[in-house]
């Protein structure tokens, strides 16, 4: 028994200090006192062009380094992702090494959206249902090298569910997130910023149903998420949704803040065709009043 103990300790310490350090990574408040500028683009989806395209409008430098990428903000900026890296598009892995490198360096945030947490789960052998979208990224990820693979799932895994900066004055999620969930580290605020506020349903075309969150939102903050596409980024409320569904053949969208300006590219192809049409922003907005 004593042996057994002995053995153990070790064990139980390790997976200790793994579950502080994820915390750590997942902590929504850990950049809250982050002020300045942030440039935050909407889903990219493995469109590595449109992304390399839309750095270049905003007055980011960008050089090749192999594989990899450098990239330089203009003075004062920070770029940020609303997550769904992966999935449908061209180029993920570059995508991937775009966004890690500038993690790494300091120059870019970024938060989990449901696709880059279903690709988590289908690296680390979990039960996931993979997509043709989620297909085409296995396909390409396969072409990397393994230590590369192990890589992308230790950063994806360890994506924070959404982010508060400046003060509390913006937040960044992927699917949004209502104000008495913000800050918090709960599994309800991480499930609600990944995927939406879900009814449990099913639409016609068999994807989920949403309840519309942003319609009732009255926070201080402002939200600023992706997730569900629309045609131009939208507005609702002290909330903005980015998704102009570039992989569908729409657009890369960005929002630089605070100026609240949008700079937008369109897509080069309709690199996975979508299962319903984006919807006119004028019937989302009086779908949700």
Not at 19 to 37: I, M, N, V
Not at 149 to 169: K, M, N, S, Y
Not at 193 to 222: I, M
Not at 245 to 266: H, N, Q
Request: aromatic share 6%; with cysteine.
């Amino acid at each position: 028994m004593a042996r057994r103990e002995k053995k153990s300790r070790p064990v139980k310490k390790r997976k200790g200090a793994a579950r502080r350090k994820l915390g750590a990574s997942r902590d929504p408040l850990a950049f809250r006192a982050k002020r300045g500028s942030f440039d935050i683009v909407g889903d990219v989806h493995g469109c590595l062009d449109e992304l390399l395209a839309l750095l270049e409008a905003m007055n980011y430098g960008v050089e090749r380094a192999g594989k990899g990428f450098t990239v330089t903000p203009p003075r004062g900026r920070t770029l940020a992702f609303v997550g769904d890296l992966v999935d449908r598009g061209p180029a993920a892995p570059g995508v991937l090494r775009l966004v890690m490198g500038m993690a790494q360096a300091g120059t870019a945030l970024c938060v989990a959206g449901n696709r880059d947490a279903e690709l988590v789960r289908v690296l680390r052998g979990g039960a996931a249902r993979v997509t043709r979208g989620m297909t085409r990224t296995l396909n390409q990820l396969a072409k990397e090298p393994e230590r590369f693979r192990a890589a992308v799932t230790d950063f994806l895994h360890r994506l924070p569910g959404h982010l508060v900066l400046d003060e509390g004055r913006l937040v960044i999620a992927h699917a949004g997130l209502k104000e008495e969930l913000q800050g918090r580290s709960s599994a309800e605020a991480r499930a609600l910023a990944l995927h939406g506020d879900l009814t449990g349903e099913k639409d016609a075309q068999g994807l989920p149903v949403r309840r519309a969150w942003a319609a009732k939102y009255r926070g201080k903050a402002l939200v600023v998420h992706g997730h569900t596409p629309v045609r131009e980024a939208m507005w609702l409320n002290n909330t903005v949704n980015l998704d102009t569904g570039c992989a569908y053949g729409g657009y890369l969208t960005a929002l630089r803040y605070p100026e609240r300006k949008m700079v937008s590219i369109p897509a080069k192809a309709v690199y996975y065709p979508p299962r319903r049409p984006f919807p006119p922003n004028e019937k989302l907005r009086q779908a949700r009043k």
